[in-house]
């Protein structure tokens, strides 16, 4: 469970986080969809503790962020114009991501790039790919292991219609499993379908 509890971001003068307070469960897909500037991503950079909150504070499974831990324990984040490493295929990028919490299998890697749509086995490079590719990968990177909180921005763009449903179906698979789920994007219509509840991000507040 996510506790946001009165939170607050300024950045030099201007506030893009406006008194927040949610809470987010597991086994559900929250949507959150607004303009450019809103404050999505800003929202999604707290959660996942890569800023500090001007006020207020975010509690993780009864833990506060920057108090008891730096970050969430278990998380898969696409945040922004991620990109992984070009040199790499799929498969040795999440190899090396794999090293750090020393969570995931050889099988974990092999299963997320098959249930994105990716061979696994392919030798061609990331910088070969194309957009939709990379982002299946960025996918892929954000569920390998299996994390109890999902945070994505954007998750289909460059993506086309059929990966669009691979990518819906991963998510209820997902959702299924008890993970916390969590989708900025510009367009409502987008993630309707497929969440349980849907917020409102418009000049850094939250709208239920």
């Known amino acids: 469970m996510i506790i946001m509890d009165n939170i607050s971001k300024k950045i030099k003068s201007k506030y893009v986080l406006k008194n927040v307070s949610y809470k987010f469960e597991g086994g559900k897909i929250y949507g959150i969809f607004g303009?450019?500037?809103?404050?999505?991503?800003?929202?999604?950079?707290?959660?996942?503790?890569?800023?500090?909150?001007?006020?207020?504070?975010i509690q993780i499974n009864g833990k506060q962020l920057h108090q008891n831990v730096s970050c969430p324990t278990s998380?898969?984040?696409?945040?922004e114009n991620?990109?992984?490493?070009?040199?790499?295929?799929?498969?040795?990028?999440?190899?090396i991501l794999s090293k750090i919490k020393k969570t995931a299998s050889k099988e974990d890697?092999?299963?997320?790039?098959?249930?994105?749509?990716?061979?696994?086995y392919s030798k061609l490079k990331v910088k070969k790919y194309s957009l939709g590719m990379k982002q299946r990968l960025n996918i892929a990177q954000a569920i390998f292991e299996k994390?109890?909180?999902i945070l994505l921005d954007e998750p289909i763009n460059a993506i086309d219609e059929k990966g669009v449903k691979l990518v819906h179906n991963i998510l209820l698979e997902e959702k299924k499993r008890g993970a916390i789920i969590i989708i900025a994007t510009h367009h409502k219509e987008d993630?309707?379908?497929?969440?349980?509840?849907?917020?409102?991000?418009?000049?850094?507040?939250?709208?239920?």
């Open 82 to 95: 991620m990109q992984l490493l070009p040199q790499y295929n799929g498969y040795k990028n999440l190899n």
């Open 35 to 57: 303009r450019n500037g809103s404050g999505k991503t800003m929202l999604l950079r707290a959660l996942s503790g890569l800023i500090v909150p001007t006020q207020g504070s």
């Open 75 to 79: 998380v898969g984040l696409i945040i």
């Open 191 to 208: 993630i309707t379908p497929l969440c349980d509840y849907i917020l409102k991000m418009s000049d850094g507040e939250l709208i239920d």
């Open 147 to 149: 994390p109890e909180i």
């Open 109 to 120: 890697i092999s299963n997320a790039l098959e249930r994105v749509g990716l061979d696994p």
